[in-house]
Nanobody
Framework: QVQLVESGGGLVQAGGSLRLSCAAS????????MGWFRQAPGKEREFVAA????????YFADSVKGRFTISRDNAKNTVYLQMNSLKPEDTAVYYC????????????????WGQGTQVTVSS
């Protein structure tokens, strides 16, 4: 069992940056692939980024490639999402999630979810 708690959301102007953190409880954090998803009002929850157990492989949605970076610190049981060059369309609630499925971008394959953190980008 993994419990996930996101932090770092907030209000930022377009072009700005935010770093989201997701702290995990439990001793098995390093055994999970970790992902970030987001959900804007009235829209489906969508994949943003994922990272392998060791951090050696990372995956991004096309919409955030070149602007967002994902990383993890297994010693701290934490995964990060660095978001640069933010756009108003990045406004959403951001969720971190854990899965045993390598490289998955499918929300149905993620077993554990945090409560989400709001990111609002003003124009």
């Amino acid at each position: 069992q993994v419990q996930l708690v996101e932090s770092g959301g907030g209000l930022v102007q377009a072009g700005g940056s935010l770093r989201l953190s997701c702290a995990a409880s439990g001793r098995t954090f390093s055994s999970y692939y970790m992902g970030w998803f987001r959900q804007a009002p009235g829209k489906e929850r969508e994949f943003v980024a994922a990272i392998s157990r060791s951090g050696g492989s990372i995956y991004f949605a096309d919409s955030v490639k070149g602007r967002f970076t994902i990383s993890r610190d297994n010693a701290k049981n934490t995964v990060y999402l660095q978001m640069n060059s933010l756009k108003p369309e990045d406004t959403a609630v951001y969720y971190c999630a854990a899965t045993a499925v390598a490289g998955s971008h499918l929300k149905n394959e993620y077993d554990y979810w945090g409560q989400g953190t709001q990111v609002t980008v003003s124009s």
